[in-house]
């Protein structure tokens, strides 16, 4: 029998010829990833650690750092990189979400295994790449270590079919899965087929990123022109794709029409069989919209937020905050002339962070508040206080909806 | 830790979320005190309520979200064990991790009422309500997981291995 995507990586990275669902496997991790709030919460500073070279250290959940707790943890960090000679170091102004900050520096590698300390590392899955969120102490072990286990779950494949239209977006393929399909609790997800080509890499990310919200264990994608023009503009060389092979056994093949979609939203608590099409919600007011996070805060989510608020204004009584997914995001966003007409419609432009998306800091929402997010979580008292609601749609619907104050079709602003 | 638990059972629903039981508010609070939102949205006060030696029975899904250190918090509350109709893997991980024992056992709380008493075992994957008599097993985790919550995490491991200090050291001033 043959080998999903994932069963070939993790059978590669564990020295097996094959593995089966059910197998536990030790596997080597290529690059570990720590995050700022390591370092905050109980640092415990390692005598050895495995190798330094496939260590990368991120600030990034609280920066720059909003209590005393989050500040005491930057010493440690600057400290442990320096005398580990970790170069791998993304300090405050070198910073963004580690996950955008994996795929601008080429961290994540085809074929190969990443692990960091944050849920939504299944993000470079869409590089090919088997990637897990692990909690704090797993993280510690592997950078210790250099290994981990996994057990092989079984494999759900997308098959995507078609071209999108325009305005439908990854966040609006990956609401209408999760409404279609509901959860995938210890299964994997893999995504292929002929309409991959036309789903470009930041929508693939945004997908790949939103596996953690079904409860999938790793999201992969397949590489093909997109993917490694990417990888060869980012100086990722020498890597080992891992395609499936053709007689692979899948828990279920799924096929998604993508010419027939349109904008999505999930209306709070959860994604999983709670989206409805925008037109289905037009009318519910918003008294906050974010667009930002690992999902929706690349540069991509930021032009064509641009887009659709140049020329308006935020309506009254509304917040528009907006989070650069990271630095680099952010100074290109303000080269090419995006943030200044996000400013201009009344928004406001934050320094890069996971801030608002983890209702930790840069825009809690309050009792009683609306909010539609194109970020990561729509959970009860995710984004603050408990007894708000939070929507979740693509940045092009939070910025019409801002406009609006009422969730709003961009199509109907944008033409 | 031991890889037996036994007490009274506490009975929650399904997709219990990890920011339902460590918000992000809380995060900015030492353990003890962040414990103390556990589960405030769905059963505000229980943690008042409950005692250590008890059990956690959640249905499917339990703890999808966050890698945030969630098992610190049932620890600092003495929680024994955790049980649920099907766990989120980081989750899972994440309380082998931090040797909290927990069971996959599929219709808990169909099996289980709040103030049942429990009685799990992981080394041979048995389980019984004594309350109700009713009992049965479950597939035996890998010999590789248990032996880490039976080590006492991964934590107290390196510590064992000789990678970690017992105790953290102020390195800032080093």
Known sequence: MGLTMIEKILARKAGLETVSVGDTVVVDVDMTVLIDMQFSNQWMRPYRIHDPDKVAIVMDHAVPAPTIRDAAGGPH??????????????????????????????????????????????????????????????????????????????????????????????????????????????????????????????????????????????????????????????????????????????????????????????????????????????????????????????????????????????????????????????????????????????????????????????????????????????????????????????????????????????????? | MSLAFSGRVWVFGNSLDTDGMYPGFAMKMDPPEAARHVFYQVRPGWTDQVSPGDIVVAGKNFGIGSSRPVSALFIELGVAGLVAEEFNSLFFRNAVNAALPAMTLPAATSIFSDGDTGTFDLTDGTWRNETTGASGNVPKLPDMILDIIASGGLMARLVAQGYLPAEPIDDRRS
Not at chain 1, 163 to 185: M, Q
Request: glycine residues 10%; hydrophobic residues 40%.
């Open chain 1, 77 to 415: 960090a600057r400290k442990f990189a320096a005398d580990f000679g970790i170069e791998r170091f993304y300090d405050v102004g070198q910073h963004g979400i580690c996950h955008q900050v994996i795929a601008e520096n080429g961290l994540a590698r085809p074929g190969e295994i990443l692990a960091c300390t944050d849920s939504h590392t299944c993000a470079a899955g869409a590089f090919n790449t088997a990637a897990r969120g692990l909690g704090p102490a797993e993280i510690y072990s592997i950078m210790c270590t250099g290994s981990t286990w996994f057990q092989i779950a079984p494999t759900i494949r997308y098959e995507f079919a078609g071209v999108k239209p325009a305005v439908v977006s990854g966040k609006d393929i990956f609401l209408y899965i999760a409404n279609c399909y509901g959860d995938a609790a210890n299964a994997n997800l893999e995504y292929g087929g002929s309409g991959l080509e036309g789903i470009p890499m930041h929508d693939r990310r945004t997908i790949a990123t939103q596996g953690a919200e079904v409860s999938a264990d790793f999201s992969t994608f397949g590489v093909d022109a997109v993917l490694q023009d990417y990888l060869d503009s980012h100086g990722v060389t020498n890597y080992v794709a891992a395609e499936p092979d053709p007689d692979a056994n899948y828990h279920a093949v799924r096929r998604i029409e993508l010419g027939t979609l349109e904008p999505y939203v999930a209306r709070p608590g959860t994604v999983s069989r709670n989206g409805l099409p925008v037109s289905q919600l037009e009318g519910q007011k918003i008294d906050q919209a974010f667009i930002g996070s690992c999902a929706n805060g690349q540069l991509e989510d930021l032009e064509i937020a641009a887009e659709v608020l140049r020329g308006h204004s935020v309506a009254a009584g509304v917040r528009l905050l907006v989070t650069p997914a990271s630095q680099a995001v952010y100074r290109e966003a303000m080269r090419r002339g995006y943030l200044q007409d996000i400013a201009d419609a009344g928004a406001v432009v934050t320094n890069s962070t996971c801030g608002a998306c983890f209702g930790y800091h840069m825009g809690v929402v309050g009792p009683g508040e609306v909010c539609i997010t194109s970020s990561t979580r729509n959970f009860t008292g995710r984004m603050g206080s408990s007894e708000a609601e939070i929507f979740m749609a693509s940045p092009a619907t939070v910025a019409a909806s801002a406009i609006t104050g009422y969730v709003t079709d961009a199509r109907t602003v944008l033409s």
